[in-house]
């Protein structure tokens, strides 16, 4: 026993997909949820049928009840950050003068923050200086954890023992949480692997086909492990559910929006319509991955090349032409994990 929680009540801050998916995933591991949503429209559309907008088909228990009040999550026992990665600041920022101290604030989101080159536990860490900040994250499309479908994420805090009883407390069944210490592997993986899934749908999208697909995916992990090894990230983590595991789901699904995008990029599709309304986190992270990466002196060229293309500052053909110029090197040069 770790001494912490029980964590009874769990607030989850954002009902889009994810924020519904992980209230319906925490209502099944037996805790009371409260769903704070920005949009009235969507907590009357819980209240009255059951299912949140933006997870159409999944019927959602009476365990979680929705709400507008950001003041009724004072009353939680532990946050679900559940916004995309460029508005967790403004959310963290409007809760600090409510929750209490101590409180475990989770963060779902995978990205970094553009300007900063903050992680998602950092921005919880600045702007709520008193709470407990983890990340989870992982494999999982918020509409397989809907249907109840077996789904593992990695849920990690710099305290061992708080990382594992929020696992303890949040699992059930069909989605099981895996603990971790290490939150900065964790969320380097979560916010890499949009990128990698960019560049894996604009290969298939350009028609390269499968072997090409595979190769960037093994080229773009060789990236993404130089990278967390450069912050500080644990190989083992990088190797886990939260890398390699969300690197493979959406690298591979056109089910993930990044891939989505990429591939409509790959098919000829503009930078501003190819995500189609859709949230395409790696959009907003490539930029500055690829600048952190530049300026920790750690090579990142797919990263560097899908950054180039949303920045307009070079085309998808050339993008690749200039990826499959690259000087042929040893496997594994300059990495030691
Ligand atoms: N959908 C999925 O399968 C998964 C999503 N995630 C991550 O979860 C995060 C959210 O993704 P989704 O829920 O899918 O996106 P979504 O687009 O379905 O929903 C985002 C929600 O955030 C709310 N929101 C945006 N800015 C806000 C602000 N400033 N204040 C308050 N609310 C705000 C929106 O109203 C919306 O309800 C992303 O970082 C994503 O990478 C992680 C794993 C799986
Ligand atoms: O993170 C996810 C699966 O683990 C969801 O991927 P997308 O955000 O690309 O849809």
Redesign the pocket.
């Known amino acids: 026993m770790s001494g912490e929680g029980p964590f009874d009540t769990i607030g989850t801050v954002g009902a889009g997909a994810?924020g519904a998916a992980l209230a319906l995933a925490a209502a099944r591991a037996g805790r009371r949820v409260l769903l704070w949503a920005r949009e009235a429209a969507a907590v009357d559309a819980i209240a009255r049928t059951r299912q949140a907008p933006r997870l159409p088909g999944i019927t959602l228990p009476d365990a979680v009840r929705g709400t507008v009040q950001l003041a009724d999550l004072a009353g939680c026992d532990a946050l679900l950050i559940t916004v995309p990665t460029q508005s967790l600041r403004a959310v963290c920022r409007a809760l600090a003068p409510l929750l209490p101290a101590s409180i475990p604030v989770i963060s779902a989101a995978?990205g970094i923050e553009r300007g900063t080159g903050l992680f998602t536990t950092q921005i919880i860490a600045q702007e709520l200086p008193a709470a407990r900040p983890a990340i989870l994250?992982?494999?999982?499309?918020?509409a397989d954890i809907g249907k109840g479908l077996p789904t593992a994420v990695t849920l990690a805090a710099a305290d061992a023992s708080l990382a594992q009883a929020l696992a303890e407390a949040l699992s059930s069944p069909a989605f099981r949480i895996y603990h971790s210490a290490d939150p900065r592997g964790v969320e380097i993986g979560?916010a890499a692997?949009?990128v990698l899934?960019i560049a894996a749908g604009i290969a298939i999208g350009l028609g390269y086909g499968e072997s090409a697909r595979a190769a960037l995916v093994a080229r773009g992990f060789a990236e993404l492990r130089r990278f967390g090894q450069a912050h500080g990230a644990q190989g083992e983590t990088l190797m886990g559910l939260s890398g390699l595991g969300?690197v493979v789901?959406?690298c591979a699904s056109p089910?993930?929006?990044?891939?989505?995008f990429g591939l409509a990029l790959g098919q000829g599709r503009s930078v501003t319509d190819a995500a189609g309304g859709?949230?395409?986190?790696?959009a907003f992270t490539a930029q500055i991955l690829a600048q952190m990466a530049q300026a920790g002196g750690v090579d990142m060229p797919i990263a560097d090349a899908v950054a180039g293309i949303i920045d307009g500052r070079i085309g998808v053909r050339e993008a690749v032409t200039g990826l499959l110029a690259r000087p042929l090197r040893a496997e594994g040069e300059g990495e030691t994990m």
Not at 278 to 282: F, I, N, Q
């Open positions: 994810y995978k994250s992982g494999p999982s499309f918020a979560g692997k949009n899934a969300d789901l959406s089910q993930s929006r990044n891939f989505a859709a949230l395409a986190e790696g």
